[in-house]
Nanobody
Framework: QVQLVESGGGLVQAGGSLRLSCAAS????????MGWHRQAPGKQRELVAT???????NYADSVKGRFTVSRDNAKNTAYLQMNSLKPEDTAAYYC????????????WGQGTQVTVSS
């Protein structure tokens, strides 16, 4: 079984920073892409950022220049550094990991709440 554990959410004032972590554990051969999505109340879940096993990154236009996705392959962990946070960044943030078990499957974290006050 594969487990994803997220941490790092919380309440922060506009302009502040938070760092999210997503650690994968269990029995698997490897991890392909890792990424973050978010869902605000009443809105659809949207992609925030992804990073491939080779380190290539992709960001939503709304977070470019403010958020940085990274990974530590030795720890099977992905990170999302969020700077210059805005109230519109308020959402539940979910990590998504593509894991080879050897079947290739998507796994989702339990979600962590990020609230940015104005």
């Amino acid at each position: 079984q594969v487990q994803l554990v997220e941490s790092g959410g919380g309440l922060v004032q506009a302009g502040g920073s938070l760092r999210l972590s997503c650690a994968a554990s269990g029995r698997f051969f490897g991890i392909n892409a890792m990424g973050w999505h978010r869902q605000a109340p009443g809105k659809q879940r949207e992609l925030v950022a992804t990073i491939t096993s080779g380190g290539s990154t992709n960001y939503a236009d709304s977070v470019k220049g403010r958020f940085t996705v990274s990974r530590d392959n030795a720890k099977n962990t992905a990170y999302l550094q969020m700077n210059s946070l805005k109230p519109e960044d308020t959402a539940a943030y979910y990590c998504r990991v593509v894991i080879v078990t050897p079947r290739i499957s998507d796994y989702w974290g339990q979600g962590t709440q990020v609230t940015v006050s104005s």
